[in-house]
């Protein structure tokens, strides 16, 4: 229900906006019909010595003009909300409206949408148009972290255009991402391990990509406290979100001051969860432009 | 006595004349503002709206300090396509423990009533340190000022929650000894993001079924 004054405050606008428009009506009238001979024979005041004000008319189609608006304004009184508690004979509210539009929009697209939702990932992906509105929704939804092009951002935001997933790049991992949103969740390890240790971890993560160097010092301590989660040979785990260290692909930087740092005050990215804010047709877009 | 005559009695008594002007001036007000101002329905909290904690007060103080208002709004308007956009349209009850409100009239940058955690923390640092770190066209200036300055020096917040609690927001003592120390060690940047994060968050699915309230 439209959320309208009632009682009497309801009562004092009705009365105050109708007398208003009377009134009005009255005045614009009775000045261009109104004038009588007593003021016809007045004398004309005149100002500083010959400045005489007549008695002509403004124009007659501003009287229409006038007169227009007024009969305007009382028929959208009557067909809309304004008057007082009246909701106007077409049952007119801002929030009617919004449910009105959805309605249509199911109506148009719903049929559409859902054939989209059940059409297999390549179907979707050879289909230039569709493939366009997913770029759009991209755009409009993930640009602003992971970058125009999908490149990653401000050593944050990972990457979509390469081959590393951190958490799965299977479209059921990527609807997984989307929907539930993600929350990284790398250890700091400044408070159980030494600042010695973290150094040698450190060194050690840095040759991984190369196979890992057997005699460093560094390699028994990342096998001890890392492994479980990167894997001994630092492939990492998709369901831990655990990323892969074996590769040369780095999120936040693969120079030894930013792992080091990475080390010693843990990572706790976030990826926000879109489950709510887009809907199936959405989300399978989007999985279709990410998982090509 | 007609029009004519009226007009000529009116001007001929500056008395007349100005209180004429102060009457007719006055009738949008009586009629629009009024009413409006003593309809509860429109002051009461939507379901989910709770006065701001001594934190998010501080940011939305800073918020209006680096006059964030000229270039966002906070008013989703009822429109399928700001729906669609940034999410559910804005109701009245949202905005009770706003003083003042935040709406704007302007869309330089987009509207904001439904940013809350949309992105994260982290993300609204970066962007507001320097907006091209992460939305490389974006012609919003950055505000790197707000990392270096402490939330506690932004006003005396206690003296804050004692005057919103003489206007009828509900503090409790406890909330108002603790403010001060709500606030240790944060930056302004800390509380500028915590009220961000709580943008929008006050609505809840009653007022949804409240539709309407075009006021």
């Known amino acids: ?292 | 006595m007609n029009g004519l005559s009226l007009h000529r009695k009116i001007e001929e008594h500056t008395g007349l004349l100005i209180f004429g002007i102060l009457f007719v001036s006055s009738i949008g007000g009586l009629v629009q503002l009024l009413p409006v101002l003593t309809q509860d329905s429109l002051a009461t909290a939507s379901a989910n709206t709770r006065p701001y904690t001594a934190v998010e007060l501080t940011g939305r103080d800073i918020y209006m300090r680096e006059n964030c208002v000229v270039c966002h709004s906070q008013q989703v308007r009822p429109l399928i396509a700001e729906v669609e956009r940034y999410g559910q349209y804005s109701r009245a009850g949202e905005f009770v423990y706003d003083r003042p409100f935040m709406w704007g009239s302007k869309r330089t940058g987009p509207d904001l009533h439904r940013i809350g955690g949309k992105y994260s923390d982290e993300w609204h640092r970066l962007h507001l340190l320097d907006p091209r770190a992460v939305v490389p066209t974006s012609i919003m200036p950055g505000y790197p000022w707000l990392d270096e300055r402490l939330a506690s020096e932004t006003g005396n917040i206690t003296s804050k929650l004692t005057v919103l609690r003489r206007l009828g927001h509900p503090y409790t003592d406890e909330e108002i000894a603790n403010a001060e120390a709500d606030l240790e060690g944060l930056t302004e940047m800390d509380a500028l993001v915590v009220y961000l994060q709580m943008l929008g968050t006050g609505f809840s699915e009653e007022d949804a079924a409240m539709q309407g309230g075009a006021h």
């Not at chain 1, 007045?42 to 229409?64: S, T």
């Not at chain 1, 008057?83 to 249509?104: F, P």
């Not at chain 1, 930013?258 to 809907?279: H, V």
Request: aromatic content about 12%; hydrophobic content about 45%; charged content about 20%.
């Open chain 1, 1 to 292: 229900m439209a959320d309208l004054p009632s009682g009497f405050w309801a009562g004092w606008i009705v009365v105050i906006t109708l007398v208003s428009v009377v009134a009005l009506a009255w005045l614009v009238w009775s000045i261009y019909f109104g004038r009588d001979q007593h003021e016809e024979s007045e004398v004309e005041p005149v100002w500083d010595n010959n400045l005489a004000e007549g008695h002509n008319p403004p124009p007659l189609w501003w009287f229409w003009l006038l007169f227009g608006a007024m009969i305007f304004s009382l028929i959208y009184l009557i067909l809309f909300p304004g008057l007082g508690s009246n909701t106007g004979l077409l049952n007119w509210s801002q929030g009617k409206r919004v449910a009105d539009s959805y309605g249509n929009f199911e109506a148009t697209f719903a049929d559409a949408r859902a054939a989209v939702v059940d059409m297999d990932l390549l179907q979707i992906q050879g289909n230039a148009a569709l493939m366009d509105t997913a770029e759009r929704i991209y755009q409009r939804e993930c640009a602003v972290c992971h970058g125009p092009e999908g490149r990653g951002q401000a050593n944050l935001f990972p990457n979509l255009q390469d081959a590393e997933w951190q958490w799965g790049g299977l479209p059921e991992q990527i609807e997984q991402s989307l929907r539930g949103g993600r929350r990284a969740n790398m250890i700091a390890w400044q408070s159980i391990l030494s600042a010695e240790v973290i150094d040698d971890v450190a060194g050690y993560v840095m040759t991984l990509h190369e196979g890992g160097d057997a005699d460093h010092p560094g390699k028994p301590l990342y096998e001890q406290n890392c492994a479980a989660c990167h894997g001994v040979g630092g492939d990492g785990n998709e369901m831990l979100g655990a990323s892969r260290l074996s590769d040369d692909i780095w999120l936040y930087g693969g120079d030894f001051t930013t792992i080091r740092e990475t080390l010693l005050y843990g990572r706790t990215g976030q990826m926000p969860a879109f489950g709510e804010r887009l809907d199936d047709f959405q989300i399978k877009l989007l999985v279709a432009l990410l998982a090509r």
